[in-house]
């Protein structure tokens, strides 16, 4: 027996196992990694793909992220900010449309005191039944216990890579020990806690990333996003990009590819977590990028309910999936994509 069965039938992997796992390369070793990948996601998730409508508040952020593109050094950005109001409504025709969670998803905008967030979430609650997932990046603990008094059900905080010194990098004014105590704090006070990681950023390595997932269980993330990194031209990052390309000049990688057996591997890893198909990995196939993940051990699409007016201006990274669709057309469509493989729109 391969050494890649003997892995795919432990129950448990370890570093060596995972970074195995990533450097598979062989079409009919892929192929038994994607098999149990889709056989694990069956068994502990079903065939239900749960549905989560994003609403991106605001491109306004304090933070200097050097890969994101709407981060406060980005001069040539367009900035908007939706009323309170308007964030309802949206929450509510997401709610007729079908949709059981949305996420509120900004930069992390000072607008947003924590009187205004209760207030968005107490005004959702009370007309509607949703779920509600909060992504607004870091926040003192006495905002969190504030947030999921309110009624807020989950939380999204991407570490984006467990490697401290490309974290600095990453975030320059950011610390990377902070951003993993918010994380154990939301866990704590019982919410739904989300993280994740870019894949492909220049200097990132397969090792960082064996560790991430391995992180992740031990965190015990329930929802772990994984994507492509995908260069913007107006951030910092994007010189390292152009200059190094995806991790290193010297590692040629299949990009797409790898992000398929991160997802694969980490359902093998973290058996019961959500696993999103992600909106960048539409982006850089849009027409089946989220379905192969879909088949390979993801669980979660995060439709953009957005109105087309802020969608191009939340520019994390150019060219987004979707970007023209309204949402009622995105919602036809999904469900229509998650059927062609056999799959439930939950």
Known sequence: MSLTNDILNKNTLNKSDILHLLNLSE?????????????????????????????????????????????????????????????????????????????????????YTIDIVEEIIHSIKTTTSLIIT???????????????????????????????????????????????????????????????????????????????ILLFKELNIDMIGMGPYISHPNTPLHEDFLKLGYFTPDFKVDLEELVYKIIATTRLVNKTAHIPATTALATTNPASGRELALTRGANVVMPNVTDIKYRKLYEIYPAKACINERPEDCRVCIDKRIRSIGRIPA
């Open 27 to 111: 079409p009919s070793e892929l192929d038994r990694l994607y098999n149990k990948a889709n056989e694990v996601r069956k068994q502990y998730k079903g065939d239900e793909v749960h549905l989560r409508g994003i609403i991106e508040l605001s491109n306004y952020c304090a933070r200097w992220c050097t890969y994101c593109g709407i981060n406060a050094g980005n001069k040539q950005l367009e900035r908007y900010r939706m009323p309170v109001e308007e964030i309802v409504i949206t929450a509510q025709k997401a709610w007729e449309l079908g949709y059981k969670t949305v996420v509120l998803q900004s930069g992390e905008d000072k607008f």
């Open 134 to 212: 909060l992504g607004l990046g870091e926040r003192p603990e006495e905002e969190f216990i504030r947030m999921k008094q309110a009624g807020a059900d989950r939380y999204l905080l991407k570490h984006e890579t467990s490697d401290k010194e490309l974290y600095k990098k990453l975030h320059p004014d950011m610390s990377f020990e902070n951003r993993i105590n918010c994380l154990k704090v939301l866990k704590k006070l019982g919410f739904e806690t989300g993280s994740g990681i870019m894949i492909g950023i220049p200097g990132q390595t397969l090792e960082s990333i064996a560790e991430d």
